[in-house]
């Protein structure tokens, strides 16, 4: 909000401190003394309990009153002036906002750079690069394209990854069945996503619905790993167990068996940018187990 400085002269915008200053200093020119009040009253002979009870209220609040605040010393005009002074100066030097000007908060400019990722200590990438390594279990190929990706993404980790990948097959495989489009489209790419929602609307024009449950995955590898111009390709090789049932119009079993638990293996490759802030995998490709 905006804040203003002070203005006006000495009989405008005064504190109001200095004007019950001004009140109290005109009682005291009057040079009131107790002894002066109690011969002006007794004058006309008549003095009351009352009137002389009031006059030593009075007599006692003035005497408290001047004690507290002082006395007139003929400075007070200066003081303000200085007070005032001092306000405009603070203005003048930025101290205060004047009236047309308000207080922001800086704000962080859209194009600003991004902040530089994470870089893993050498020890600890060493020490990941040999855990990858592990994985391959003597694929060297395979090993190759895990280091390849470590280094590029230090972010990058195999068990996160493979903890990330069981949940998308679980998520996709479901979806296919139901027939969400909207869950498959945010995690696989076009030409997967085309591929799938073509199977999915002849389903539906022959007015076929897949009865499933998602049993559980049972093993889930990498097999492949490579780095292919900035983007980081992995290959798992998935084996779940489903139990699963398509029925046709008048509600059939025409594919499957409802109660039985059938394994399935499914190689499937996920993908990422190395570089992008959005750390999530995307399904580019799908194949037959031989």
Known sequence: MPLHGASGGPGQGAPDHLHALDDLYALDDLHVSPRLLLESTAMDGRIDVTTLLFLVVAVVIFLKLRSVLGRRTGHEQGRYERYKAQQEAAQRNGKLAGPDKVVTLPRRERDEALEPRPVAEPQVRADVEERVKGLAAGNAGMAKGLVDIVRADPTFDPDSFLRGARAAYELIVTAFAEGNRKTLRNLLSR????????????????????????????????VEAELKSGVAQVTIKFVSELISATRDRGGEVINGDPKRIKEVTDIWTFAREVTSRD????LIATQAAN
Do not use: L, M
Request: aromatic share 12%; glycine share 12%; hydrophobic share 35%.
């Open 191 to 222: 030409e997967v996503y085309d591929g799938f929602a073509g199977a999915i609307a002849e389903r539906e024009s022959r007015g076929e619905q897949v009865d499933q449950s998602f049993v559980g995955i049972k093993s889930a590898d990498i």
């Open 279 to 282: 750390p999530n995998w995307k």
